[in-house]
């Protein structure tokens, strides 16, 4: 089946650094990729959408500068949170769509950044 | 997306049948009806989904209720591995992202 490596699988990080998180889809080609968030005991949450070629569309209260997404080919879309705080401490997730698949996404095995 | 509802939490025995509950009385015609699971620190893996008829496959059984309003994941035997929150969610075929709700957190007791 459809496999999304998603790296670092974890990373510790100095306030104030920035932090990339990459997403790749492995056996396919994705048109559109999601990234989520998701702190402790909470459900995920829904941080932008990313098509490849174009510019994220990003949930609103989600800050476009400073959780920066690129997704410039087909296989891989990457993460930057920028001037990362410990409130950003939390568990991403990347998920991708295969351009004819309209029925399930794949997610990846997720990233955990804790600021310090 | 329609809204969906599920139990907090449930526990099961290993080795027994487990029959997990999503009610969804809003859904639409166009809805499809999907189920993930997340295991601990892992990201979301996909079950099963279907639309009005009943689904197997290699995972779980999806039984869906005449009037599609609700909808039952059974886990025919579960496993301590089965041990993990099921989101149940709806989503039409031209929708882009799932909108994930709270989940049920199963527990498998050995």
């Known amino acids: 089946g459809a496999v999304v490596s998603q790296h670092p699988s974890r990373v510790i990080c100095k306030s104030g650094t920035s932090v990339k998180i990459e997403c790749r889809s492995l056996?396919?080609?994705?048109?559109?990729m999601f990234w989520y968030r998701q702190f402790p005991k909470q459900s995920l949450m829904l941080m932008a959408t990313s098509n490849e070629g174009s510019k994220a569309t990003y949930e609103q209260g989600v800050e476009k500068d400073k959780f920066l997404i690129n997704h410039a080919s087909l296989t891989l879309s990457t993460l930057t949170v920028t001037s990362a705080h410990p409130e950003d401490s939390s568990f991403y997730i990347c998920?991708?769509?295969?351009?004819?698949?309209?029925?399930?996404?794949?997610f990846g095995s997720g990233t955990r950044l804790t600021v310090v | 997306d329609a809204k969906t509802t599920q139990p907090n939490s449930m526990e099961s025995n290993e080795e027994e049948p487990v029959h997990l509950p999503c009610n969804h009385s809003t859904i639409s015609g166009t809805d499809y009806i999907h189920w993930y699971r997340q295991l601990p620190s892992q990201g979301p893996e996909y079950v099963i989904h279907g639309l009005t008829s009943n689904v197997n496959n290699r995972m779980a059984s999806l039984a869906i209720a005449e009037d599609r309003k609700s909808s039952t994941l059974i886990l025919h035997r579960a496993t301590l591995r089965d041990a993990a929150v099921y989101y149940c969610i709806l989503r039409d075929n031209y929708g882009q992202n799932f909108v994930f709700g709270p989940g049920t957190r199963l527990s498998v007791l050995p």
């Open positions: 056996d396919f080609q994705a048109t559109t």
């Open positions: 998920s991708a769509r295969e351009w004819q698949d309209n029925y399930g996404y794949t």
